[in-house]
């Protein structure tokens, strides 16, 4: 009963207008990404896997830290739940844009195993999403709406710049699944153990002086 | 004090002599170490140390009282625009006492620098380099005479000083036909080794014996016929009574009556030997993956928790239906070729492998192949590993050997002679020939002139008329062999004057059948 109450709490949140429009949008870019890469005309290499991949884990990135930030920067009560619910409504996006990266690995043969997409597509969610709830904790305020619109853009921006810093290919979420990196894994796992301890911990009673979440 | 002051000095000076003989002495034996160790190893690349540029050459390191080591290669096959493209070769040299002889054939391409270096387990024994500017690509002219030098300045008049005439002696002549493969002619006064003389006419060179068949011993004398002229593989042994001067001359000029084998081949690779899997269209995969998105969205938004859950199973569904439907066979896609030139008895085969895979990968080939176009590689006696980036092929060439010809060309008329059928047969400037079936002879008749297979498109341009091109296992095991033989007056030539083997038939000539 409880997994069928929360199936049917994460279905009512992708119901929502903004997620089911940002779902329905991740789909038709994926959609134009894999026929825009497939090789047609008498092409003989099939590359599409990579540009599908990468697109696809930075959509999650994006979608997991925006959110995040956006929620948790809020001072409003049912912060908690409604980070919870939003986190599993985006892991349900991941599973269901899938297909479009198996699809596009079929044909392209890429020589990274087929796990690292896999793992590393949840782990990019788990990262942002805790990333993006520490970022919103510091910008919660009365402008906290308008500084999540500079915030996430500044906090990708960021990671790019220290990923290239380091080389390239180990921060970023474009370039993560085109090789296997321990570096991504051991840099996404302080924010992913963040973002679950955020989000595992009971709910506190509200308080008179928050108004909700304690914190 | 005064006498302690006179003593001590003079102490101190003798034990700073005994020190500086023991030092000497030290030294001595080092240097002579080290002096034994660099005669310990003996290298040479290619026959005489004369390397060819685009060919196979030998390479043979000798080791003398050395424990077992490692030879290593290392060429930049770069080039100004590319940048350095480094090729590393190694193999492992048996040790022990008194003399080890390794000794292997190596495809060298044109390179900006060549390094080598033999190690024990303890420190490089030898080592040595050759720079790309010291090297040729003109084929060698090759004079074994017993009888006082050459005489090169007559040679090199005669034949406009093009040659590249080196001298050679009986322990310089490898044994088999990859090693002769950069070698154009080959003259020799007295006696030589039976098997070095059927090797260099196999690789295509031209193979002269001077003074006349009295002077020739038991097994090189029962090696040509009355006629004076044996073709074996793709060149031939003629035996001629002149001086070494004129039958160096004599055999210069009658080399390359079909032209290398190993060019050849490359006309054979014009078309690749592998094909790419088919794609889906991508009309498909457009109305697929549209199709896919509508059914999750309509799911997720008219279902609430059966719709995510059946979206859900349509994604699972949708993943494993498209990697059935688009998930090429596994590769690697691996293709072969292989050229042969027959004469006589026997032919000289030239091979390619060609590898296609579609994910990034280190495709490995047999050991001693060499890749058609520059590019990085390692080899070793084992095998070869070329880094190959996904969905590219690498095409490697094989060192050419020796094999039983399977048809033999008498006058107007071919018969077969192996087990397998001969397709796809045509001779240029006469036309297509029937197929022949295993023991089938057939007389060479006037056909359509032009019809012949894919395969020969850019082969047969590249022949002089009067060139027979059949093929074998093409169908069947997807290893074809193209055969080329020289038919009709071409293919035993009667006379054995000088003139005659000169004027021998070549690229540019007309053959019999030319209009």
New interface residues.
């Given amino acids: 009963m409880v997994a069928?109450r929360a199936?049917?709490t994460?279905?009512?949140r992708?119901?929502r207008a903004d997620l089911?429009q940002v779902?329905?949008l991740t789909?038709?870019v994926?959609?134009v990404a894999?026929?825009v890469n497939?090789?047609?005309g008498g092409?003989?290499?099939?590359?599409a896997w990579g540009p599908v991949a990468a697109l696809r884990n930075s959509l999650l990135a994006v979608l997991a830290l925006a959110y995040a930030v956006s929620i948790w920067g809020r001072v409003a009560p049912g912060r908690l739940a409604e980070a919870r619910v939003t986190f599993l409504a985006l892991v349900?996006v991941a599973?269901?844009t899938?297909?479009?990266e198996?699809?596009a690995r079929?044909?392209?043969?890429?020589?990274v195993p087929g796990y690292w997409p896999a793992l590393v597509a949840f782990a990019t969610l788990g990262a942002y999403f805790g990333l993006g709830l520490l970022v919103g904790r510091a910008l919660r305020g009365p402008y906290s709406g308008v500084l999540t619109f500079i915030a996430v853009p500044a906090a990708l921006a960021l990671i790019v710049w220290l990923d290239v810093g380091v080389g390239g290919g180990h921060l970023n979420p474009w370039s993560v699944p085109s090789a296997v990196s321990l570096t991504y894994l051991a840099w996404s796992s302080p924010f992913a153990l963040v973002c679950a301890f955020l989000l595992a911990r009971p709910k506190r009673r509200p308080s008179v002086a928050a108004g909700g979440d304690a914190r | 004090m005064g006498a302690m002051r006179l003593i001590v000095p003079a102490a101190r000076s003798r034990g700073a002599g005994l020190v500086r003989a023991l030092a000497l002495l030290a030294c001595l034996v080092v240097c002579g170490t080290v002096s034994a160790a660099g005669a310990a190893v003996g290298f040479r690349l290619g026959i005489a140390n004369e390397v060819v540029i685009g060919a196979w050459n030998m390479l043979r390191v000798e080791t003398r009282d050395l424990p077992r080591s490692t030879l290593t290669l290392m060429l930049d096959v770069g080039t100004l625009r590319d940048g350095e493209v480094p090729v590393e070769l190694t193999f492992e040299l048996s040790g022990g006492g008194g003399v080890n002889a390794f000794e292997t054939e190596l495809f060298v391409p044109p390179f900006r620098s060549l390094s080598w270096w033999v190690t024990t387990a303890e420190r490089v024994v030898a080592s040595g380099s050759l720079a790309g500017r010291e090297t040729d690509g003109r084929p060698l002219d090759l004079v074994l005479t017993s009888r006082g030098p050459v005489p090169r300045a007559v040679i090199a008049n005669a034949v406009g000083g093009a040659a590249r005439l080196v001298e050679v002696t009986l322990s310089d002549l490898p044994a088999s036909p990859a090693a002769f493969d950069g070698v154009r002619s080959l003259t020799v006064e007295g006696s030589a080794p039976v098997d070095s003389i059927v090797a260099a006419a196999v690789a295509g060179a031209s193979v002269v014996l001077a003074g006349g068949r009295e002077a020739l011993a038991g097994p090189l004398a029962a090696l040509v016929p009355e006629t004076g002229v044996a073709t074996i593989g793709a060149g031939r042994v003629a035996v001629l009574d002149l001086p070494v001067a004129e039958a160096a001359v004599a055999a210069i000029g009658g080399a390359g009556n079909l032209g290398r084998p190993g060019q050849l081949l490359v006309a054979v690779l014009a078309e690749p030997l592998v094909g790419?899997p088919r794609?889906?269209?991508?009309g498909a995969?457009?109305i697929?993956?549209?199709i896919?998105?509508v059914m999750?969205?309509v799911a997720?938004?008219l279902?609430?928790?059966p719709?995510?859950?059946a979206?859900?199973i349509v994604?699972a569904f949708?993943?494993f239906g498209?990697?059935q439907?688009?998930?090429?066979p596994p590769?690697p896609y691996v293709g072969a070729v292989a050229l042969a030139q027959v004469g006589g008895p026997l032919a000289v085969m030239h091979e390619a492998l060609e590898s296609l895979t579609?994910?990034?990968?280190l495709l490995a080939f047999p050991a001693g192949a060499a890749p058609v176009r520059p590019q990085s590689y390692s080899g070793s006696a084992r095998s070869v590993s070329v880094p190959t980036p996904?969905?590219r092929s690498v095409t490697v060439r094989l060192p050419p050997r020796a094999v039983g010809a399977p048809l033999a060309v008498v006058g107007r008329t071919v018969r077969n002679d192996s087990s397998v059928p001969l397709t796809g047969v045509y001779v240029t400037g006469l036309g297509a020939q029937p197929d022949l079936a295993p023991g089938q002879t057939v007389e060479l008749a006037p056909g359509e002139v032009g019809a012949y297979p894919a395969l020969y498109l850019a082969l047969v341009p590249a022949l002089p008329d009067g060139t027979l091109v059949a093929s074998s296992g093409c169908a069947v095991e997807g290893r074809c062999v193209v055969w080329l033989a020289t038919v009709g007056a071409a293919a035993a030539p009667e006379a054995v004057a000088p003139e005659a083997l000169a004027a021998a038939p070549r690229p540019s000539d007309g053959g019999p059948w030319s209009p």
Avoid: C, H, K, M
């Avoid at chain 1, 092409?43 to 590359?47: D, I, K, L, M």
């Avoid at chain 1, 079929?106 to 020589?111: G, N």
């Avoid at chain 2, 579609?358 to 990968?361: E, F, I, V």
């Fill in positions: 069928v199936l049917a994460v279905a009512g992708l119901q089911l779902t329905a789909f038709a994926l959609v894999l026929n497939w090789p047609d092409a003989r290499v099939n590359e349900a599973v269901l899938w297909p479009f198996v699809a079929a044909a392209s043969y890429p020589a | 790419t794609q889906a269209p991508v995969i457009l697929g993956s549209v896919y998105a999750a969205l997720i938004r279902g609430g928790a719709g995510l859950l979206s859900a994604a949708s993943a498209a990697w439907a688009l998930r090429p590769p579609l994910p990034r990968a996904a969905w």
